[in-house]
């Protein structure tokens, strides 16, 4: 599977026609889509639109071999994504794969040019982790992946190695910085060294990513991709995110209706694999609500770039206001930053939201110019509860656990029975500590205890 990256992307729609082509009969190895695309006749790009999408639930129903086109013993890796509720979703990457995603990043990030030490703080097991650990490999620089390592180390790597990359969930930089304040860090002179942050795993608003850059005077990277559709766009020294048209064909349909939304209005992102080599998808509806531009990049890359918006699903609605995501983090960090402070968590309720900030100083920001921008732009009903540092962030959270999952900043109490109301209590698996895992946990120390003493006195015997 020999296919040249950049020049799919600039060859001719008979090339691209043939390649969507080649690409679902290659699709059709897999059991899943045998049956899937039994009787569809596909010539070209025309003929996409007329197939069944795919959806998460049919890699669920058919894991884990459903959607392999070859032996399993043959695919690079596999990974489970662990669901709250049924089966795990199987997900299968080749060598092949983690090689173009690799090529990908290496060319897009001019940084990696530099002798660069990048810190990945994605999970070993992440497709964002290969990619990031093969363009290092192509740029001959240091990998370090710290995916299961204490947040402290990630500092402590930073300013001992001089490293000069970090990877991560957007929060990962947002939550460092914390602990660098409370661990008494320099952010110039001990973690100064830092040039590039690649943010991915979850929305990246423009107000969440200029913070990150001001904060570590480092540019955002920012890479778009699943488990199950591998990469599939990375951010440009312009600023901008370049979906990876080598790799997919991609379309934008309604949530309901399925049909193509008119070109720059949201829509779900719908990818076919054009060169994947064990699990291919076709028309495989993301579920992220997307917009694309195809207004030329000052970059130079070619094709569409796209904004991730969030979840479809995920909007919210008051009174006929919609609002994602995205708009509403974006403009939460904007009023964060406004307020000099980054921590803030929202809670979205039935009549309207909440919004938990701290500050320094409460009584000057109630009511500030600030925050009647905030609810002036947000145009529905929002309440602002200014809180003391530790509040919404316990920062000794930091110390106990190693990492952050799944993290959110805006959780839905309409929805979930949980109700968070802190950054770490939103953490989907963050541990937790019932009272009769606590009273084993003492039983087992004292027990420990017990015993070293008894062994130590009967070796003085
Ligand atoms: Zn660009």
């Not at 600039?10 to 899943?32: Q, T």
């Not at 695919?75 to 090529?103: F, K, N």
């Not at 699943?226 to 349909?253: F, I, K, N, Q, Y």
Request: neutral net charge; contains cysteine; hydrophobic residues 40%.
């Amino acid at each position: 599977m020999g296919f040249e990256g950049s020049a799919v992307a600039r060859g001719s729609d008979l090339d691209r026609d043939r390649l969507i082509a080649e690409a679902v009969a290659r699709a059709r190895r897999s059991p899943f889509y045998s049956r899937h695309l039994a009787g569809a006749y596909v010539n070209g790009r025309a003929d996409l639109a007329g197939l069944p999408l795919t959806f998460k639930e049919h890699l669920r129903d058919n894991g884990p071999y459903g959607m392999l086109i070859v032996p399993p013993h043959q695919v690079g890796h596999y990974r489970e994504t662990t669901a709250t509720v049924g089966e795990p979703i199987s997900t299968w990457c080749g060598l092949g794969d983690v090689q173009r995603m690799g090529t990908i990043v290496h060319r897009m990030v001019p940084e990696l040019s530099q002798p660069t030490m990048l810190v990945n703080r994605f999970p070993p097991s992440a497709p964002f982790s290969f990619a990031l650990e093969e363009a290092l490999r192509q740029a001959r620089a240091c990998h370090i992946a710290a995916g299961d390592g204490p947040f402290s180390r990630v500092l402590d790597f930073i300013k001992r190695l001089k490293v000069t990359a970090l990877s991560g969930l957007p929060l990962e930089p947002i939550l460092l910085r914390e602990l660098a304040r409370v661990e008494g860090y320099d952010m110039r002179r001990d973690l100064g060294s830092l040039k590039v942050i690649f943010c991915g795993g979850a929305i990246l608003p423009p107000a969440l990513k200029r913070v990150i850059e001001k904060d570590w005077d480092a540019r955002v990277v920012e890479i778009y991709g699943s488990d199950e559709t591998l990469l599939m766009g990375v951010g440009c020294t312009a600023g901008r995110m370049h979906l990876c048209h080598d790799l997919l064909e991609l379309e934008t349909v309604d949530p309901q209706t399925h049909e193509p939304v008119d070109p720059g209005e949201p829509g779900v992102l719908t990818v076919t694999s054009l060169v994947h080599e064990v699990m291919p998808l076709v028309r495989y509806f993301t579920g992220d609500l997307v917009r694309l531009s195809s207004q030329p990049c000052a970059c130079g890359e070619p094709g569409a770039t796209a904004e991730w918006l969030g979840r479809y699903g995920e909007a919210l609605e008051y009174g006929g206001v919609r609002i994602t995501p995205h708009e509403l983090l974006d403009a939460a960090y904007d009023f964060a930053d406004h307020l000099e402070t980054r921590v803030f968590f929202i809670v979205v309720l039935k009549k309207g939201l909440r919004l938990l900030v701290e500050v320094d100083n409460p009584e000057r920001c109630r009511g500030s110019a600030p925050e009647r921008n905030l609810v002036n732009r947000l145009k529905i009903p929002v309440q602002v509860e200014y809180l003391r540092e530790n509040d919404v962030l316990d920062r000794s959270a930091m110390f106990r656990g190693t990492k952050i999952y799944q993290p959110v900043q805006i959780a839905d109490w309409r929805n979930d029975d949980r109700q968070p109301l802190t950054i770490m209590e939103a953490l989907r698996e963050w541990p937790k500590h019932d009272r009769r895992a606590v009273f084993q946990r003492l039983k087992r120390q004292v027990g420990s205890r017990l015993r070293r003493r008894r062994f130590l006195k009967e070796d003085e015997r």
